[in-house]
Nanobody, 124 residues
Framework: QVHLVESGGGSVQAGGSLRLSCARSRRFIASNCMAWFRQAPGKEREGVASIDSIGGSTHYADSVKGRFTISQDNDKKTMFLQMNSLKPEDTGMYYC?????????????????WGQGTQVTVSS
């Protein structure tokens, strides 16, 4: 069983920054793909960024490219999302997710494990 715990959410003004963290309760080797999703009220959950824990390759949604950076620590137990130049449309609940491979990473239904989420609110 993989337990994912997000932290780092909060309220900021547009143009500000936040850093989200996702801690795994234990290193589950088969879950090589880690990702961040977000969901705004009344909208579907959307993929924000993913990282291959083994190879380190990353993918981003077009809406966050150049502003967000996904990374992991050396022991691969914690994943991060550095969010800069935040916009009001970035507001939502941010979730950490894990699956075996990063193929079709944006498809939420492909992930086996999810955290409880951390709220990000960006005011204009």
């Amino acid at each position: 069983q993989v337990h994912l715990v997000e932290s780092g959410g909060g309220s900021v003004q547009a143009g500000g920054s936040l850093r989200l963290s996702c801690a795994r309760s234990r290193r589950f080797i088969a879950s090589n793909c880690m990702a961040w999703f977000r969901q705004a009220p009344g909208k579907e959950r959307e993929g924000v960024a993913s990282i291959d824990s083994i190879g380190g390759s990353t993918h981003y949604a077009d809406s966050v490219k150049g502003r967000f950076t996904i990374s992991q620590d050396n022991d691969k137990k914690t994943m991060f999302l550095q969010m800069n130049s935040l916009k009001p449309e970035d507001t939502g609940m941010y979730y950490c997710a894990a699956r075996q491979l990063c193929e079709d990473w944006v498809r939420a239904s492909g992930y086996n494990y999810w955290g409880q989420g951390t709220q990000v609110t960006v005011s204009s």
